[in-house]
């Protein structure tokens, strides 16, 4: 073979073969020639050919070499390995010659097995790509949702019925045990509370739920957010508290235009711990859609809110102080009997351990939020703070303070329980290809809800205060539809922010509420001073309609819904129509009549709600169907 590189001939005789696996070159030997007297002819025909250094040859490429396909990746870890496989035949590129062996029956890696794998042509096992987004599904589906919200708020309402229900209980016996100003001084001690357990919170809050049911998914992961959720309130939390010892007297000055109640102040301190690290306990339970043990803790921590208030502030006369050590007894139940079960479940899934990542992912998200529930607690509560400073004193505040719960009751018998479920399932339904047409359903009756239920409890909120409140509270009658309102586009300002949660604008929140709060409080100092506790609910009205509207505007450039607004509208003209109609005829007439009429408006207003929102009897009859059906074969599938 040499010779015949040196000297472009060689001797004749037959063709070899062969085939250099390690460098996958085609070496050919080739003859030279020669006489018909040196050789027999029937042996092999020979040939003259030029210098092997002239032939033009075709030199392949090592595999290594050869062009890839980008193939998906696989957790290398979780996959088993399969020697089993059978090499697969594919076309080579032509060469000059024929080679000894098959490439069938090279070596081939051992590739990793995919679990269940699904079946292709040929019987071939191939891949299946998983799904990114729910497809929709039909009209089925819609109401299959609408049934597990429905469900959620259904039971979320059991536990969020339950505080408006016991404040109707609470706040008349604080009204009747606490002097005026006692009880203006208390609604601002809860306005200090909520400011500060804002500002500590770090918007953990809303940022737990996105990371514990978007952004992680193994329980690991989940684990690794509640552990850091506990350790970041912690840090914040226990400092603020010890702060306040130090500054209460300012606090009060500052608050209550009095340093007499420097004590209170400095336990509210203690509340706000209370309150912070009792938060990660409800989330969790939340998160995790444990509605029945959510529901009884909520149930469990409200009745001791209320046993402890008559005893605290009933026979052992402890004024304020009692008042305050009973709102943070209803914490502190949270915490004795869910962090038990937090512990444990860190301890089965390896939890406690510090994850920078989880907490820089959540205070991304969760930080820009604490702007906005600053400025929230501004639109809030700075009427209140305001009549204190600007008005007619604790006094007025607390008057004030007593038809601002009552004209809001729309919040916690409503928003709290829909809130409570429509957080993690709004997350879920994003996932859906359809998801914006979902969005403006729920969007359709949901606001169906809020404006029959805005007309129904403004009513029962004025019987509660001219029966079961002293009469320096009464006042604040004309108040009420008012706040009650408000509290109503605060609801629909929730599915105006659907489009900021979803792609992660939470600093818009804030722009949003800026906007709204300081509306309110221009408003506020103009309006205060002249018209006293009316100047302040007709600011809070106004701040609310800028806030909604803005928000409204800016979602429809980030994430678009037909929110049928103009419908909205013409539902809550009607509304207002009708509960100002039904006031001027009831007005002057005795109270059976007056309730009589009043009732008959409510349900006209419902009867033209369900009109509107296109729900005949015929398809009220059909949905009912559908759900007892839905019901039945529940009821079966558990029994089987």
Same mark, same amino acid.
């Not at 009549?387 to 928003?415: D, K």
């Not at 359709?444 to 409890?457: E, I, N």
């Not at 109503?488 to 709060?517: D, P």
């Given at each position: 073979m040499n010779d015949m590189r040196n000297n472009g001939k060689g001797r004749t005789g037959k063709l070899a073969r062969q085939f250099r696996a390690p460098r996958l070159d085609w070496d050919v030997p080739v003859t030279t020639s020669a006489t018909a007297d040196n050789v027999d002819t029937d042996d092999i025909a020979t040939f003259e050919i030029p210098s092997i250094d002239k032939i033009v040859t075709r030199r392949l490429h090592s595999i290594d070499q050869s062009p890839t396909m980008q193939l998906q990746a696989f957790d290398m870890p979780s996959l088993s390995l399969s020697t089993e496989l059978r090499a697969i035949r594919l076309a080579l590129p032509a060469i000059p010659q024929e080679v000894d062996g098959d490439w069938a029956d090279a070596a081939t890696w051992v590739m990793p097995a995919i679990p269940k794998p699904g079946t292709g042509a040929m019987g071939i096992a191939t891949a299946v790509k998983p799904e990114t987004k729910e497809k929709a599904k039909g009209a089925g589906s819609y109401l299959s949702l609408a049934l597990e919200m429905v469900k959620n708020s259904g039971i979320y309402a059991i536990a969020a019925m339950m505080s408006p229900l016991v404040s109707l209980i609470l706040q008349p016996f604080l009204t009747h045990n606490l002097s005026q100003n006692d009880y203006g001084a208390l609604a601002n001690l809860y306005i200090i509370v909520d400011l500060i357990s804002t500002i500590t919170q770090l918007g953990l809050s809303p940022a737990f739920f996105r990371a514990y049911n978007k952004d992680y998914e193994t329980p690991q992961d989940r684990a690794g957010v509640l552990a850091n959720t506990v350790l970041l309130l912690a840090l914040f939390t226990i400092p603020a508290a010890i702060g306040m010892t130090f500054v209460s007297s300012t606090l009060s000055n500052l608050f209550l235009k009095s340093s007499a109640y420097s004590l209170p102040v400095a336990l509210t301190g203690l509340v706000i711990v209370a309150e912070n690290i009792a938060l990660p306990a409800s989330s969790w339970f939340r998160a995790e859609k444990r509605t029945i043990p959510y529901t009884g803790l909520s149930i469990a921590s409200t009745l001791l809110v209320l046993a402890t208030n008559l005893v605290l502030v009933g026979p052992l006369h402890m004024g304020l102080i009692g008042a305050l050590l009973a709102k943070g007894s209803g914490y502190i139940i949270y915490i004795v009997f869910t962090y038990? /079960?937090?512990?444990?479940?860190?301890?089965?899934?390896?939890?406690?351990? &510090?994850?920078?990542?989880? %907490?820089?992912?959540?205070?991304?998200?969760?930080?820009?939020?604490?702007?906005?529930?600053?400025? *929230? @607690?501004?639109?809030?509560?700075?009427?209140? @703070?305001?009549?204190?400073?600007?008005?007619?004193?604790? !006094?007025?505040?607390?008057?004030?303070? !007593?038809? $601002?719960? /009552?004209?809001?009751? /729309?919040?916690?018998?409503?928003?709290?329980?829909?809130?409570?479920?429509?957080?993690?399932?709004?997350?879920?339904?994003?996932?859906?290809?359809?998801?914006?047409?979902?969005? *403006?359903?729920?969007?359709?009756? @949901?606001?169906?809800?809020?404006?029959?239920?805005?007309?129904?409890?403004?009513?029962? *909120?004025?019987?509660? /205060?001219?029966?079961?409140?002293?009469?320096? $509270?009464?006042?604040?009658?004309?108040?009420?539809?008012?706040?009650?309102?408000?509290?109503?586009?605060? #609801?629909? @300002? $929730?599915?105006? %922010?659907?489009?900021?949660? &979803?792609?992660?604008?939470?600093?818009?929140?804030?722009?949003? %509420?800026?906007?709204?709060?300081?509306?309110?409080?221009?408003?506020?100092?103009?309006?205060?001073?002249?018209? #006293?506790?009316?100047?302040?609910a007709v600011s809070t009205l106004l701040a609310y309609i800028i806030l909604t509207t803005v928000s409204y505007l800016a979602n429809k450039r980030i994430y678009p819904i037909d929110y049928e607004i103009g419908t909205f509208l013409f539902k809550l003209f009607v509304g207002v129509g009708l509960y100002l109609g039904g006031r001027f005829l009831a007005s002057g007439q005795p109270p059976v009549i007056s309730w009589s009429i009043i009732i008959l408006t409510l349900l006209l207003y419902a009867v033209i709600l369900l009109a509107i929102g296109g729900l005949t009897p015929k398809k009220i009859v059909g949905l009912v169907g559908f759900v007892r059906n839905a019901l039945a074969k529940k009821g079966q599938n558990q029994a089987a």
């Open positions: 038990p /079960l937090i512990f444990l479940r860190l301890f089965n899934q390896s939890g406690f351990k &510090l994850r920078f990542d989880i %907490m820089k992912s959540m205070l991304t998200f969760g930080i820009p939020t604490v702007f906005g529930d600053i400025a *929230s @607690w501004v639109l809030q509560v700075s009427d209140s @703070w305001l009549l204190t400073l600007v008005g007619g004193g604790l !006094a007025e505040s607390g008057a004030y303070r !007593a038809a $601002y719960v /009552l004209g809001g009751v /729309l919040s916690p018998v409503l928003l709290a329980p829909w809130g409570l479920a429509w957080g993690p399932i709004m997350y879920s339904v994003s996932k859906r290809d359809d998801a914006p047409k979902i969005y *403006s359903m729920v969007f359709r009756w @949901w606001s169906s809800v809020l404006l029959f239920g805005a007309f129904g409890l403004s009513l029962v *909120s004025i019987i509660v /205060l001219d029966i079961f409140y002293p009469p320096s $509270y009464k006042v604040g009658e004309n108040i009420i539809p008012l706040i009650t309102m408000a509290t109503m586009l605060q #609801g629909i @300002w $929730y599915m105006f %922010m659907i489009g900021v949660n &979803l792609r992660r604008k939470t600093i818009l929140e804030f722009v949003y %509420m800026v906007i709204a709060s300081g509306s309110n409080l221009i408003f506020n100092l103009f309006l205060i001073p002249r018209y #006293g506790d009316m100047g302040a």
